[in-house]
């Protein structure tokens, strides 16, 4: 399935050591092939590109915050990585700016190669510390034609000081169709340590589906910014201790985010 989309659905996370912890909270996503944002915004009174709306993508909001077109920084990534999609889409799931307000912890970029293969994933990651990180891995041959993802990452970005940085991420789901699902362990020397999960079923990206969405749902990413601090203030009254934030090394610098 091919296009943009509104997926309504839940994050979840599961923390296991070495106290267990659950949260849940409903959430939605735009899923936004980049090629159609413009027309998208076009055509729809309640979304747009790069200017102020009920609901809205801005370019700044993501890659190196510098406003340069999403599609151009993405094919960069691909491109150091060497990954090749041929001009095929790129479609980015995300949490859009609800009236004016926007915070992603994470976004998706699933890049397609021309006859729909599923090439690569860019797996966008900000932290509240307002810095960003993006993971670009290939998609397994044996997985592009079913648009499976299951790859894995070491974890470079510090997100919260209640996890240390020695970690690997593994991401299972699928690009989406009907249905919308992906999880991450982050695993730590002792096993998964954390467990998280976005699942969404498909939407029209139509005026009246974003009105239901934004009306059911208000001040979306203000209430995960929220969420994200109260969780902590949780964590810290169950005990679990607080790790120290890494000093800049000379690796590869950081995207300041926003």
């Known amino acids: 399935m091919s296009g943009s989309a509104l997926y309504l659905g839940e994050v979840g996370h599961r923390r296991l050591r070495p106290r267990e912890h659950r949260l849940r909270y409903r959430v939605f996503w735009l899923l936004l092939d980049l090629d159609e944002v413009d027309g998208l915004a076009a055509r729809r009174r309640l979304f ?27 094919e960069a990534h691909l491109a150091t990585s060497g990954i090749q999609i041929g001009g095929g889409p790129i479609r980015l799931l995300t949490m859009p700016r609800v009236l004016g307000y926007v915070f992603n912890p994470i976004s998706l970029y699933f890049c397609h190669r021309p006859d729909g293969a599923l090439a690569a994933m860019i797996y966008e990651v900000t932290s509240t510390f307002r810095e960003r990180r993006a993971y670009v891995i290939p998609v397994a041959p044996q997985d592009q034609a079913a648009g499976q993802v299951r790859q894995r990452a070491a974890k470079t970005l510090y ?6 940085m020695d970690m690997e991420y593994l991401f299972r789901g699928q690009a989406p169709g009907e249905r919308m699902a992906l ?5 730590d020397g002792e096993g998964v340590l954390i467990h998280a999960h976005m699942r969404g079923e498909r939407r029209p990206l139509s005026d009246a589906a974003l009105a239901r969405a934004a009306l059911s749902m208000p001040l979306l990413t203000l209430k995960v910014v929220a969420a994200i601090h109260w969780e902590a203030l949780r964590l810290w009254l169950k005990g679990v201790r607080l790790t120290r934030r890494p000093r ?11």
């Open 48 to 74: 747009s590109h790069n200017r102020f709306n009920l609901i809205s993508l801005h370019d700044r909001d993501h890659g190196d915050g510098s406003g340069a077109p999403l599609r151009a920084q993405a």
């Open 159 to 164: 997100v919260s000081p209640f996890m240390g």
């Open 183 to 187: 999880s991450i362990d982050g695993l």
């Open 248 to 258: 800049p090394h000379g690796e590869e610098p950081l995207t300041r985010a926003g």
